[in-house]
C-alpha cells in the first residue's frame, strides 16, 4: 500500500484513507493532547493539503486564538502489522514545533493508552535541529518513561527530505533513518512489562506546537511553518 499525494494543490488528502483529529484534545479527556500543547486541529485545507507537487503539506498557523495544525489519522480504513512502514518527510524548522509520524494500537478505543501501544516511527523538536527520535509507549513504559532512541544528524535535519521507517519483525521492531538503522526494541527490553508490539496498528501524521516534548515557542519561530510529506508507504514482512 502508498499514498504518494498525487493530486492538484490545494486538494485534501485522500478521506478514503485519511480522517481528521480536531480540537485541543478536550473531546477526548485530554486538553492539550495530553501534552500541554498549544494548537487546535482542524479539518481545512489552510492547515492540510496537497501542494500540487506530490506533497502532503501539514501547515501550523498563527493566528488571534492561538495556533491551527492538522493531525491525519488512518484509524479505521487502514491497519498495518509486521513489515515496514516508512515515510518521506521534511520537517519544519523552528524552536516549539513538534512533528511526528506515528502509530496507534488498534484496540486504543477499548484499552485505551497506554495499553493499546504506541510506536514512534519519527518525533522531531525544533530546539534539536539535528535530532530525531523513536520510542515505544505502552503499560508500565509511557510518556516520560517510555523506551526511546535518538540519532544526530550531520546536517540539520528540516535541511532536506529523510526517509523515516519501521521494520516490524515478531519480537523485533528496527527504526532507521535514509536506510540507516539506529534503535531497535525487543520485549527483553520492556520486561517486566507487557510488550502489545504484534497487534494491528494505524497510522497518524501531525504537527503540535509547543507542548512538554515540544517546548517553548520563542518569538523567533516564525508562522506558518509547514511538515512536507512526499509519501507514506507499507511493505509486508516479505518487502
Excluded at 2 to 11: H, T, V
Amino acid at each position: 500500500w502508498r499514498d504518494e499525494f498525487d493530486g492538484p494543490a490545494g486538494a485534501p488528502p485522500d478521506p478514503a484513507i485519511w480522517t481528521h483529529e480536531v480540537g485541543d484534545g478536550s473531546a477526548n479527556g485530554i486538553p492539550g493532547w495530553g501534552n500541554g500543547e498549544l494548537q487546535h486541529y482542524t479539518a481545512a485545507t489552510d492547515n492540510a493539503a496537497l501542494d500540487g507537487h506530490g506533497n502532503l503539506v501539514i501547515t501550523a498557523r498563527r493566528n488571534a486564538h492561538g495556533y491551527s495544525s492538522a493531525r491525519l489519522v488512518t484509524k479505521g480504513r487502514l491497519e498495518v502489522a509486521h513489515g515496514r512502514v516508512e515515510a518521506r518527510i521534511r520537517v519544519p524548522r523552528g524552536a516549539g514545533l513538534w512533528p511526528a509520524f506515528w502509530a496507534l494500537g488498534t484496540s486504543m478505543d477499548v484499552d485505551g493508552w497506554p495499553a493499546a501501544g504506541e510506536i514512534d516511527v519519527m518525533e522531531y523538536v525544533g530546539r534539536e535541529p539535528r535530532r530525531v527520535y523513536a520510542a515505544l509507549h505502552g503499560p508500565g513504559y509511557s510518556g516520560e518513561r517510555g523506551f526511546v532512541g535518538s540519532l544526530e544528524l550531520e546536517h540539520d535535519v528540516a535541511d532536506d527530505f529523510h526517509v523515516f521507517a519501521v521494520d516490524r519483525e515478531p519480537e523485533l521492531i528496527v527504526w532507521s533513518v535514509d536506510g540507516m538503522p539506529y534503535h531497535c526494541a525487543t520485549p527483553a527490553d520492556l520486561a517486566p512489562n507487557t510488550w502489545v508490539f504484534e497487534r494491528s496498528f494505524y497510522l497518524l501524521l501531525n504537527l503540535a506546537v509547543g507542548g512538554s516534548f515540544g517546548g517553548s515557542v520563542p518569538r523567533e519561530t516564525a508562522f506558518p511553518q509547514a511538515m512536507h510529506v512526499d509519501y507514506v508507504r507499507v511493505f509486508d514482512s516479505a518487502g
